[in-house]
């Protein structure tokens, strides 16, 4: 393997540290009420000497929640994407806090996390779930704030526009795995860097035939062995398109070609990803199943955060298990490495298009294995995305919509001829 210093920067740099700095730091928490950021505010809330929250987004849903967290975090500012929930949250913050006491800023509207973003702070964690996060991810880039980023669509949706943008370093992963490559990639230099190998549970369906997954139901795939997720989320992860998302996040992070970046299944889900480097040597980052440690790391690099997340207790016996993936059970993989390798709108595409069949899975329109079959025929379709003008926000929405209302006809058809 020749050396790497002539390959752009990688966006996801271990070996710098952004900004670094050493007191509390300022950060603003995209998606607050969700997963991440739950998890997010429970580790603040046991290092308040590290970390404080000055401003939360949500999307609106869950506005008693976000009244909580604005009020035991004593924010300035929370935001939430549906206008109409505004009025629910007034009430809910006035039932929060006390008589005299001063309420956050409200902001509202699609733009609302973006403007939080571009605020006054260190760190943006963006626990925002769907490309609706691309937005806020430029606006934290251009505003120059690291980016603690666990929302993986904005990047595979939009590539280009956030290498444009991002400085060396200026992105801490927080996915699992993406945190796992970061740690291991700081035990060498980037020259020294032969392989990535990515881990992946195999999901609920892990050893089974594709014919074997014709009549699987949608209680069948939410039933994830390790992790507990959102739907959608625990969905890709059961048709391993979380993965092929991941394989094209690691290339746009690290800089490393598709070629060299491997998937291989491990059920435990303690290995969450190993870095092979020239001289034979295999670096695995390990730690019981648990987004705070990933969390942690995006947060506080390049410190680390006292017992942020459980450890391992070396007393009692374990055995850990890795399989090669069935490309032919799991074909999500080689095509997300086939759309990564396009480039411009095609992950947008892929994207898009498997969101809307999640959809109708989870609705019961569509079958399991009509997820790929449908997402494989609207990629087609999209064909090759011309090369010689610059991606554009608009031109990412514009292939997300075009992609979705595909995925829905061709969905809609393959419900129809199962009827008939």
Known sequence: MGAMSDSPAPLADPHIAFD??????????LGSTGSIGTQAIDLVLRNPDRF?????????????????????LRVAAVAVAREEAVPALKEALGAEYGPGETLPEI????DAAGDLAASACHTVLNGITGSIGL????AALKAGRTLALANKESLIVGGPLVKELAAPGQIIPVDSEHAALFQAVACGTRADVRKLVVTASGGPFRGRTRAELAEVTPKDALAHPTWAMGPVITVNSATLVNKGLEVIEAHLLYDIPFERIEVVVHPQSYVHSMVEFTDGSTLAQCTPPDMRGPIAVGLGWPRRVPDAAPAFDWTKASTWEFYPLDTEAFPSVGLARHVGALGSTAPAV???ANEEC?????SGRLPFNGIMDT???????HGEPDRGTRLTVADVLEAEAWARARAGE?????????RA
């Open 375 to 381: 997402v494989t025929e609207v990629v087609a379709e």
């Open 350 to 352: 892929f994207n898009a």
């Open 107 to 110: 902001l509202a509207g699609p």
């Open 52 to 72: 404080r929250v000055t401003a939360l987004s949500a999307a609106g849903g869950r506005v008693a929640l976000l009244a909580e967290q604005a009020r035991r």
């Open 135 to 138: 937005a806020p991810t430029l």
């Open 20 to 29: 670094p700095a050493e007191g509390r730091r300022d950060v603003v928490v």
């Open 410 to 418: 061709l969905a809609r058809k393959a419900t129809a001829e199962a």
């Open 358 to 362: 999640v959809e109708a899975f989870l």
